[in-house]
Each structure stands twice: as structure tokens, then as C-alpha cells.
């Protein structure tokens, strides 16, 4: 870390920061998993969705605190590494690679679907053509973009993101008339599955909130961290909420009942949802566009360049191979680290299934989210006086409300996911046991790891101020929608 041109270079400011966050998780989650839970809950999914944003706050706060006290690449990593142990954060670091590169891996599948059915409409049939191979392509193409540089990756993520927003607005203004009040009728008691199942729908409506700590593995690349990544967190998970709620609701008020069957099995459930209830054409061809050019290309660029840092710092703390700490001489971008997340991609999209990559990485995030609470318990204990930018209301309580709830969750995760799962747990301790227990355990001073933290000057701090009440009342304003747009069904 001290030689400055192997150094990351701070170039996201607060924009960069939450559209990169709200970039990874609206998409598969939303747009295939989360939304083919409304083939068996039907309306209801609203009270699942916000029961996970309840679930979610605290922990964006949370980690709001360490990542202005610790803004450094690899989040939870280095949170573990100092209030817990290094066996801790290398699960945490190996959790946290798999999950939101599976993540990623499922966005370009779903990206392929979207893609396809765009095409149908227009009379193209690209079913002959594996979805596999426009996923390969896709990853290819984001590496070659992360690979040049953060600053434009993080420009053309808020790019991806605006257009997304763009579309949604437009798809929905136009569909709007279309709204089947009627729909919105609660399913029969006899209907509604089991409680165990209705956990498991739990878990993956609430993966469609996993990744809110994205901005927090750039946190060396953040630009006044002690400012924007503390507004990010805030922000981002009620606006996670909003979209979720939004798209849910015109999910359910375009689809007559009789059609869940085939939307809890699709792998685009919106495309074959509108297609089952007779909107071709427009429709569908506005909510492709969103969707693949808009809401899964925000998820496989951030999704490429999170778990990379996460690579790039276990590197340098000789958790892993050393070369993966190697920094390009001219675009100052971990690009060793960036190729191995491409390699892990193509092989989570050759098993081809959207379930078992979303139950993998679901189960993956709950251990490292609780692995990130506990790592807050314990710099609390072990650094009383470190400087702290941002504290978390009722912080210590949150945490363990927070591994409460993420403990409780995980025995419903798929079978095949949990024992994936818990083979990484099991091979980051291995591999720590063998190859990394005899290294320097030394951990440097925090000055050593982050650097001097500049002060934005008044004229900055001023505009900063401006932008984040922008964002802020903007947020709050989609909050509102998304909650009171369910109470239109109940008072007409």
C-alpha cells in the first residue's frame, strides 16, 4: 500500500456510489426470482417485500458507520479482519466474492431472456441460440470495461441506471390505464403455501436486496467516503424498496390469477407474465429494453467490479496470491483480480440455472451480513476511540437483531444452495488453515491502510449538501409512492 502507483485512485462521488449500489441489486433478484414469487403469494408480496426492507435498514446503517471509519476497498473483509480475526474475514471475503459474482453471473442469464424476447417481437427467434453464449459475451464485455478504469466504469453505471429509471417511468405511465383493480383481491387462506415455504419466498424476495453494501467494497476508490458512503447506504435500500414495489404492483395488476402458475416457473416472469395476458408489441418491447439494456447491465458492471476489490485487498493481506494485488499501470484498476471474477462468471453461467446461482448467493451474503454485524460488536470493543464520521442510531442492538433475523432465514435456503454454501465456508477456513496461518498477521494502522481522508472544502461541502437532499427528498418521494400505490386497490 505504500507505493503510489500501486494505489487505487478515489473517483466516485455520491451518485457513482448509489447507483453502483442500487445498480447490483435491482435486476435478477426483481426481475426473475423475487417477481416469480408473485406466482404464489400474489398481492401479498408486497407485505414480504417490506418486511425485507425492515430487515435491510439496519444494516445499511451499520455498515454506513464502518465504511466512514474504514473507507477502504473490501468492506467486510477489513471490518472482520479488525473486529474479529482473519479466520472470519477471509469466510466473509470468500461469502461475499461467490455471492455477488453469482449475482452477477445470473444478470447476464437473465439479461439473454429479456434479450430473446425483445427479439421476438420484432419477428426475430433466437431460442436456437444458447442463452449461455450472450451471457459469455456480456461478461466479456463489462471486463473489458472494468478492466479501463473505475472512473469510467462508474460513469457508464450511472448511465445504465438513469436509463433504467427512464424506461421504468415511461413503461409504467403507458401501462397504467391498463391496471386490473380487480386483481389485487388477497388469495384464499387454502391458497398461500406452507410457512416453511413462505420462508423460502422470504429469502429470495430478500435477496432482491442483497448487494446494499456495494459502494462499501470501493470504499478506496470513493471520493470524501466519510460523506458519501454513509448517504449511499442510506438512500440506496429505501430506493431498492421503491422500485421492488413499483414493479411488483403492475406485476400483479396486468396478470389475471390464473396465469401464476406459469409466472412462478418463468425465468423473465414479467415478459412471459404480459405475454400470457395479451400485451405484445409495445409493452413488452419498452419493458425489455429497461430491464436488459437498463436494469441488468447496472447489475453485471458493479457486479464485476465489487468482488474484484474484495480479491484485490485479501491480496494484499496475503490471504490470497499476491499477483491478484498487481494494479494496472495506467488505469489503476486491480486487473488480475477483475480476470479471475470473469473466470468465475463463466463458470457459475455453464450450470445455466438462474434458482441455484440466486439460492448460492443468497445464502453466501446472509453468513457475510452477519459476519459484517458481528465484525461491527467487535470494533466497537476493540477500537472505543477509532474516529467515527457516521454513527449508527442504536447500533449495538441493531446488529444483533440483524444476525438474528439472518440466522432464522437460513435453514430455508434451498438444499443444494446451503451445502454450496457451506463448502466455501468450510474451504475458506482450509485454505486459511494451510496456505495462509503461518503469513505475517500484522494488521497495519489504519492511517497505513487508508491514507489521509481529505476534507471537502466549504464550496464542495455546499454542493455536496445540495446533491444529497436532491437525492433524498427524490427518495422519499418514491418511498411514498411505492407504499401508498397499494392502497388504491383497497379504497376503489
Request: proline letters at 4%.
Given at each position: 500500500m505504500n507505493n503510489e502507483n500501486n494505489r487505487l485512485v478515489r473517483a466516485l462521488g455520491l451518485k457513482e456510489a448509489i447507483s453502483m449500489t442500487v445498480g447490483t441489486v435491482v435486476g435478477v433478484g426483481l426481475f426473475t426470482c423475487g417477481s416469480a414469487q408473485i406466482g404464489l403469494v400474489g398481492p401479498y408480496i408486497i407485505l414480504f417485500t417490506f418486511v425485507s426492507l425492515l430487515i435491510s435498514i439496519w444494516p445499511c446503517l451499520l455498515y454506513g458507520e464502518m465504511s466512514a471509519a474504514l473507507p477502504c476497498a473490501g468492506g467486510t473483509y477489513n471490518y472482520a479482519k479488525r473486529g474479529l480475526n482473519r479466520v472470519w474475514a477471509n469466510i466473509a471475503g470468500w461469502s461475499y466474492i461467490i455471492s455477488v459474482v453469482a449475482i452477477g453471473a445470473g444478470e447476464t442469464l437473465a439479461f439473454s431472456n429479456y434479450f430473446k424476447t425483445l427479439f421476438e417481437q420484432f419477428g426475430i427467434n433466437l431460442g436456437g441460440v444458447d442463452s449461455r453464449i450472450i451471457a459469455v459475451i456480456l461478461v466479456t464485455i463489462f471486463l473489458i470495461l472494468n478492466l479501463r478504469g473505475i472512473e469510467l466504469s462508474g460513469k457508464?453505471?450511472?448511465?445504465?441506471?438513469?436509463?433504467?429509471?427512464?424506461?421504468s417511468i415511461v413503461w409504467f405511465l403507458y401501462m397504467i390505464p391498463k391496471i386490473q383493480l380487480s386483481y389485487f383481491q388477497p388469495l384464499a387462506r387454502n391458497e398461500l403455501p406452507s410457512f416453511a415455504r413462505c420462508m423460502t419466498i422470504f429469502g429470495l424476495v430478500w435477496w432482491c436486496y442483497t448487494g446494499f453494501e456495494t459502494c462499501v467494497s470501493m470504499g478506496g476508490e470513493t471520493k470524501y467516503p466519510q460523506y458519501n458512503l454513509p448517504r449511499a447506504l442510506k438512500l440506496s435500500v429505501f430506493l431498492v424498496f421503491a422500485v421492488n414495489a413499483l414493479f411488483q404492483w403492475f406485476l400483479v395488476g396486468l396478470v389475471p390469477k390464473e396465469f401464476y402458475g406459469?409466472?412462478?416457473s418463468a425465468d423473465a416472469p414479467y415478459a412471459e407474465g404480459l405475454k400470457a395476458a395479451g400485451y405484445l408489441g409495445?409493452?413488452?418491447?419498452?419493458?425489455?429494453?429497461?430491464?436488459a439494456f437498463g436494469g441488468d447491465l447496472s447489475t453485471i458492471n458493479p457486479g464485476i467490479a465489487a468482488p474484484a476489490r474484495y480479491i484485490f485487498t485479501m491480496a494484499e493481506d496475503k490471504t490470497l496470491p499476491s499477483v491478484f494485488a498487481k494494479v494496472h499501470s495506467k488505469y489503476k484498476t486491480p486487473y488480475i483480480s477483475i480476470i479471475a471474477v470473469g473466470i468465475i462468471n463463466y463458470l457459475l453461467i455453464a450450470t445455466g440455472s438462474i434458482n441455484y446461482?440466486?439460492?448460492?448467493?443468497?445464502?453466501?451474503?446472509?453468513?457475510?451480513?452477519?459476519i459484517g454485524c458481528l465484525a461491527y460488536l467487535g470494533l466497537k470493543k476493540n477500537y472505543p476511540d477509532m474516529k467515527r464520521p457516521y454513527k449508527a442510531p442504536m447500533g449495538n442492538f441493531g446488529a444483533w437483531f440483524t444476525i438474528a433475523a439472518y440466522l432464522f432465514m437460513l435453514p430455508f435456503v434451498e438444499k443444494s444452495a446451503l451445502i454450496t454454501g457451506t463448502l466455501v465456508c468450510i474451504a475458506a477456513v482450509v485454505y486459511w488453515y494451510i496456505f495462509t496461518r503461518k503469513n505475517e498477521?500484522?494488521?497495519?494502522?489504519?492511517?497505513?491502510?487508508?491514507?489521509?481522508?481529505e476534507e471537502p472544502t466549504a464550496e464542495e461541502k455546499k454542493k455536496m449538501d445540495k446533491e444529497y437532499s436532491i437525492w433524498k427528498y427524490a427518495t422519499m418521494t418514491a418511498t411514498a409512492v411505492g407504499l401508498l400505490i397499494y392502497l388504491i386497490p383497497a379504497v376503489l
Open positions: 457508464a453505471q450511472t448511465a445504465f441506471i438513469f436509463f433504467f429509471w427512464g424506461c406459469l409466472i412462478a409495445l409493452p413488452i418491447i419498452i419493458l425489455c429494453i429497461g430491464v446461482i440466486a439460492s448460492v448467493s443468497l445464502f453466501s451474503l446472509a453468513v457475510c451480513y452477519i498477521n500484522r494488521i497495519p494502522t489504519i492511517e497505513e491502510e487508508i491514507g489521509v481522508i
